[in-house]
């Protein structure tokens, strides 16, 4: 038997015949109904999360458990504005999440968990007299060095947009590179209780640094996942968060001598 014959006897059949007649003329009344009752509609079910759904998901995650364990033992023990702090803090850090979902943040919570992961390889100095940690006075003293790096962040949206009269797709690769200029002079600011220049970095972390910086830069220059900045603007945004690592930490010192936590 030919293959010809077998395709034609196989069309020919009584059990193609009914398919062959549905593609042709369509199902009935009677067995649409028969079919929506035994397999139910032929749609996909929308598994879309309710926005309020994936705001409230932002206080529901390790870092948000412990500010939100600090503002009740700060309750407890009647400091009201301490846990008043800290809860503008969560509130300030969920609503962050919540509204720069997307590319950019993707990388830079890359760029920055490579940073942050290398810090435990960072040399440390023991205090000289136990630690004792008093969350409220940290937090005052993160939110200043915070509201810093956000005055940072500002300015170079602001020069890009009034100086440069960059376009939106630019001014959202100008601020990703320097979020990850800035945390990175956030960081090694931050690392120690005096000036910056007092403790030696590990290489890992110096490595870390090298990657981050090399990585966002690559990205930017040749336009990878976000629109492409000249070789000029680079540069001087990473100029512009050294200078800005050399101001926070001079603002550093008189911050955590006021608060006694130096």
Request: proline share 5%.
């Amino acid at each position: 038997m030919s293959a010809a014959s077998v395709v034609f006897s196989a069309s020919s059949s009584p059990a193609v015949k009914p398919a062959q007649d549905i593609a042709s003329k369509g199902l009935t009344s009677d067995e649409a109904r028969t079919r929506l009752e035994k397999d139910g509609p032929n749609a996909m079910p929308d598994t879309s999360a309710h926005p309020l759904h994936n705001a409230l998901a932002k206080f529901w995650a390790p870092v948000p458990w412990l500010l939100e364990a600090s503002i009740v033992l700060e309750l407890l023990l009647h400091k009201y504005y301490e846990a008043a702090v800290i809860a503008a803090l969560l509130v300030f850090n969920a609503a962050l999440a919540y509204f720069q979902e997307g590319r950019a943040q993707v990388i830079v919570m890359i760029t920055g968990d490579f940073l942050s992961m290398s810090l435990t390889t960072d040399r440390v100095r023991p205090s000289k007299m136990p630690n004792s940690w008093q969350i409220g006075r940290i937090t005052i003293a993160g939110v200043i060095m915070g509201a810093c790096f956000l005055a940072f962040s500002t300015a170079i949206l602001a020069v890009g947009k009034f100086e440069m009269h960059l376009g939106i797709d630019a001014l959202r690769t100008l601020c990703a590179v320097g979020i990850v200029f800035g945390s990175q002079a956030t960081t090694y600011v931050i690392r120690g209780r005096q000036h910056l220049w007092g403790l030696r970095p590990s290489l890992i972390l110096v490595l870390s640094s090298v990657a981050d910086v090399l990585i966002i830069s690559a990205l930017a220059l040749c336009g990878i996942a976000m629109a492409p900045l000249p070789l000029a603007v680079v540069a001087c945004e990473f100029a512009a968060a050294i200078a800005f690592g050399l101001f926070l930490d001079v603002v550093k010192i008189p911050i955590f001598a006021r608060l006694r936590i130096s």
